[in-house]
């Protein structure tokens, strides 16, 4: 740098000395040097530094720009329970009216059915997912595969998509010309219309669906649907968990495993299998608990001994590795097993009743036992008290167990009981059908592992009777997930989302009192578009907003890390979806923010909190106020989190729009393309506008049916006004730079808290030696949806005036590290980023420059002050 040039010949051994203060340890200095020499060069050199990173960011400049309009600046201090309230609103407003898409749907489909006549030779072609746009060998078309206009839409993810039509998938094990399924399908064309209508009255709907009982589903807009690489469509909607929930009521299960001897083989195969398929069609408001018998009963999972356990996805799991487990051997005594079953399900009200419904650990591995919805599901006549089933697999049942369910079913018949008799013998499957057709359950025999998904799914229309009888619309909301199965083989972007989802029952009398569910209705709602409601300018420098469940697990949270990297592929974890709130707002010890927003309460508490940064290399120490309030109409809460400091105010600047305008056409000047100054993703005309764009036309009348969010705008014109001089600043330097003496300084740039950057090259675009930053390569240096850029965050929690400084490294670990070799005169890329901020309020600037050039091998040198800050860097 200029300045190490220009202090004459001790400026080398300075330079050198300074670096091996900040080696590690085993390097001994060959001379003793005094402290206080030392301690005068440190001194010179963080004034030299000061002096040059002062000069080339400008930072006096602004500061004295911010001074001079400080009389016309407004300060409104944030209501935090107002504008949690206010998101609240305002997201409730959203997915009401995914909601009355959904009803519409609902509405079109059970009319449909009732104007249907079913009729067994029906021929009708339609929209095979599959085969669309498939041809022969003489380049016709394929049966059920017409031509079906496909074109990429970026509201699908730049999938191509039929935004005019809806089309048909079905899984590979179902016939798709079987008369079920044709009048299914037609029946259901029905729905088309709807389909875009709702596209038209709400566009930022996303993917909307018909899930039908018989196995087909009706998806718009449509799409070409590709096979694994096996050649196999495994997807089948009965399977999701949109599907499943709607479906059904909470449900208590209890499953019954006969492990006696009579069961070794492929029985026990097949039984195991049965097992895993019905711990499948739980969700998270199910509860459920495994009991295996022989010549003695007990509970897989000793820990859950006489109670159920939540059927989350690690409890799910969990169960699967012990059934896997279980062994076949001695004699079976089913009468044990259900009794045991009975007592548990009778007595799981009464302990839920005494049981705070907050989460809790087990000492088994920290599993999870608690039953946190247990009250929420029971007050409203929902849960245990509406649907509780045993499910009994065995291959056999000889001795007497009619006084077991004279004791604890008969004669209201509270508990279900569904039978699964396995193999190929039929000498008890009397025994086996008297037991499920007397407790208002269902028998089935499931000889073939093929026959297992079928007939497990039959239970779940038994369950659903109750509510196709009594005709009960209930809307559900899943967790968060990624469908990666939906649409496997596309270019799908693996977004969380959730799904709004309702049942459609027949309507037809003379089938109405025998319960008929004819299929689920449902729409994705991606969580990204819910968080477009809170936007960051409004939460301030560390601020944030998240959303959990009423089970307390987190559908979105900055925290939250869903994916690993599988090579180059990005996958979703296997738990993804499960993680706690407590997991990552662990400061919350007591779980009192956890317990208030589950129980859907408004109110506010602050925790003093750690923030990692900087990939957890780097930690902020931070004052949080927490905001909470439920989203009526869903299981959801929101909370927001204010910094102290940063969050608790916003400054509000008085700038003329010709003024403002002129300043935002500056070439240096650009705006965080992932906020929303303006709504650009509706309208077709608007989507390939950058949001500075879009803000231009906005401001200029170019575009009046834009949608801009007018207090933002106003902060960004105010900004560009007070930040405008800075490019004439920065550009008088770059043209008077000497390289000889001033070589290594290659850029400037600033950023405000509307999101608006400025940024100067002094140095051509080639000669940069880091070219992702800045960029959308480099996620932690810009503004996102989810993020400050790292630089301002840290520069934020500095004392006004001061610089912060910080080593960006290029090697394959992303960590920084100190290089002492030289290969034919190249240098490794590693580039120190020093950043700072003004008063009135935090404007962070940062200057970049290259690695420091002395006449030896190339060193890179912090700042003493900074030795040992840094969890990265070895101590002074």
């Known amino acids: 740098m200029a300045g190490a040039r220009t202090m004459g010949p001790g400026a080398v051994p300075w330079m050198m000395m300074l670096c091996l203060l900040c080696i590690p340890p085993c390097a001994r200095a060959q001379t003793k040097i005094p402290l206080e020499t030392v301690k005068s060069w440190a001194d010179a050199f963080g004034g030299e530094l000061y ?112 935004t005019t039509y809806s089309d048909i998938q079905l899984p590979t094990n179902v016939y798709n010309k079987d008369p079920a399924i044709l009048n299914g399908v037609y029946m259901s064309e029905a729905l088309n219309p709807i389909f875009v209508d709702n596209f038209e009255r709400d566009p930022t709907l996303t993917w909307q669906y018909f899930g039908s009982s018989t196995g087909f589903f009706r998806l718009y807009p449509g799409i070409k649907w590709l096979p694994d690489e096996n050649g196999v469509i495994s997807f089948d909607c009965r399977n999701r968990g949109w599907y499943i929930q709607a479906a059904t009521s909470p449900k208590d299960i209890v499953i019954i495993v006969d492990v006696s001897g009579s069961m070794k083989g492929l029985r026990m195969t097949i039984a195991k299998h049965t097992i895993v398929t019905i711990l499948d069609t739980l969700g998270e408001n199910d509860f459920v608990n495994i009991i295996a018998y022989n010549d003695y009963v007990h509970f897989i999972e000793p820990c859950f001994k006489g109670i159920l356990v939540q059927a989350d996805r690690d409890n799910r799991e969990h169960f699967k590795q012990l059934v896997d487990e279980l062994q076949a051997k001695g004699v079976g005594t089913v009468s044990k097993a259900l009794t045991e079953s009975f007592k548990i399900l009778r007595e799981d009200l009464a302990h839920c009743e005494k049981t705070e419904c907050s989460s809790s650990k087990t000492a088994c591995d920290g599993i999870s036992s608690a039953l946190p919805l247990c009250l929420q599901f029971r007050d409203a006549g929902q849960g245990g008290l509406c649907n509780q089933a045993i499910m009994l697999i065995t291959d056999g049942a000889v001795e ?30 009397p025994n086996v059908k008297w037991i499920a057709c007397n407790n208002k359950g269902y028998y089935t025999q499931i000889s ?63 089938t109405r009192s025998h319960g008929i569910l004819l299929g689920v209705v449902g729409s994705d ?101 927490y905001f909470f309030t439920d989203i009526s109409g869903t299981p959801f809460s929101l909370g927001v989190v204010l910094s102290r400091g940063h969050g608790e105010y916003i400054l509000l600047g008085n700038t003329s729009v010709e003024e403002g305008l002129h300043d935002l056409l500056q070439p240096d000047l650009s705006l965080a393309n992932e906020w929303i100054y303006c709504i650009t993703d509706i309208d077709p005309d608007h989507r390939k506008l950058s949001q500075l764009e879009a803000v231009i036309r906005f401001l200029t009348g170019e575009e009046p049916d834009l949608e801009c969010d007018e207090e933002l705008v106003q902060e960004v014109l105010f900004d560009a006004v007070v930040t405008a001089p800075m490019e004439a600043y920065w550009t008088t330097l770059a043209l008077n730079m000497s390289l000889d003496t001033e070589a290594g300084i290659e850029m400037a740039f600033l950023g405000t808290r509307a999101g608006l950057m400025r940024s100067a090259l002094y140095v051509g675009s080639e000669k940069i030696s880091n070219k992702k930053f800045l960029t959308q390569k480099d996620k932690e240096s810009i503004f996102t949806m989810d993020h400050f850029p790292l630089w301002y965050r840290r520069a934020a929690e500095h004392p006004p005036g001061s610089f912060i400084y910080s080593i960006v490294s290029e090697d394959d ?60 860097w070895p101590r002074c």
């Not at 000069?55 to 944030?78: A, M, N």
Request: hydrophobic letters at 35%.
């Open 400 to 429: 007497d167990y009619e006084a077991v369910f004279e004791k604890y079913n008969w004669p209201d018949r509270k508990v279900r009981v569904f039978t699964y008799l396995i193999g190929r013998e039929v000498t008890f499957a």
């Open 525 to 625: 709602v991606p969580l990204r578009e819910l968080l477009k409601l809170a936007p960051r300018y409004k939460l301030g420098v560390h601020g944030y907003a998240f959303l959990n469940t009423n089970n307390g697990y987190i559908l979105s949270h900055p925290d939250l890390r869903p994916l690993y990297k599988e090579g180059k592929k990005l996958k979703p974890k296997p738990n993804y979806n499960s993680v706690d709130l407590s997991e990552v707002e662990w400061e919350d010890q007591d779980e009192i923010l956890r317990s208030a927003m589950i129980n859907g309460e408004t109110g506010y508490l602050s925790m003093d909190v750690k923030v990692p940064v900087d990939k957890g290399k780097r930690v902020l120490f931070l004052t949080n106020d």
């Open 813 to 872: 670990s992303g960590n920084p590290s100190l290089n002492t070799e030289q290969r034919e005169g190249k240098r490794k890329k590693s580039l120190p980023h020093l950043a700072s901020h003004t008063e009135p309020i935090p404007i962070p600037l940062s200057l970049l420059p290259t690695e420091w050039e002395v006449l030896r091998p190339p060193l890179l040198v912090l700042p003493l002050h900074q030795c040992g800050a840094e969890r990265s």
């Open 51 to 162: 002096s040059i990173v002062t000069k080339y960011s400008g930072s006096l400049l602004l500061q004295k720009k911010y001074k001079d309009v400080e009389p016309t600046l407004k300060i409104k201090e944030v209501d935090g329970l107002e504008l949690v309230k206010k998101f609240s609103e305002q997201m409730e407003s959203m997915l009401r009216r995914k909601v009355e898409a959904v009803e519409r749907l609902v509405e079109a489909a059970e009319d449909a059915d009732l104007n249907h006549e079913y009729n067994s030779s029906l021929e009708f072609d339609y929209y095979n997912s599959l085969l669309i746009n498939d041809k022969d060998e003489n380049d016709n078309y394929v049966e059920l595969g017409d031509e079906f206009i496909l074109e990429p839409n970026e509201h699908f993810n730049n999938l191509l998509v039929n």
């Open 448 to 510: 073939t592992l093929a026959d297992v998904q079928e007939n497990v799914m039959e239970y779940l229309h038994v369950l659903s009777r109750p509510m196709v009888i009594n005709h009960d619309h209930d809307i559900i909301w899943t967790e968060a997930y990624m469908d990666s199965a939906l649409f496997a083989s596309q270019a799908q972007s693996l977004l969380l989302m959730t799904t709004v989802a309702m049942p459609v029952f027949s309507k037809k009398n003379e």
